[in-house]
């Protein structure tokens, strides 16, 4: 799937082989990966988001229902805190938002209107 120049593998490991180089480096846009398959294999229908401040990592559509997903290895500061949650904020509907990271030790919490999920509980039990 390719969208606004960000593109994903069906295949983690083919991504791995073909970007080459050094993974530890990579670590988000390989989250980035799993996670849109895991939404693709729960049925959604996976987009890029664009707003005039940013980006969401992903639209999801699925049954007449949305969601929106950020991604991120560790937020583990606040300007990655404002990013991450704040691009979501914008979004005035009333739809699912989640901030799925690795942080960890992380329990799932609400912040303002917005769901924060490990990414284990993600991939183990969806939304």
């Known amino acids: 799937m390719e969208s606004n120049n960000k593109c994903y593998f069906g295949d983690v490991g083919l991504r791995n082989f073909i970007a080459g180089g050094e993974r530890e480096k990579d670590v988000e846009k390989g989250l980035e990966n799993v996670v849109c398959q895991h939404l693709l294999r729960l049925g ?71 769901t924060h999920i490990h990414i284990r509980e993600f991939l183990k039990n969806g939304f």
């Open 44 to 114: 959604y229908t996976v987009k890029v988001g664009q707003l005039r401040a940013g980006e969401i990592d992903f639209v999801c559509t699925k049954s007449g229902g949305k969601a929106y997903v950020q991604v991120s290895y560790i937020i583990s500061s606040e300007e990655t805190r404002k990013r991450e949650f704040g691009n979501l904020r914008l979004i005035p509907d009333d739809y699912p938002k989640y901030v799925i990271p690795a942080s960890p030790l992380l329990k799932r919490s609400d912040d303002d209107g917005v």
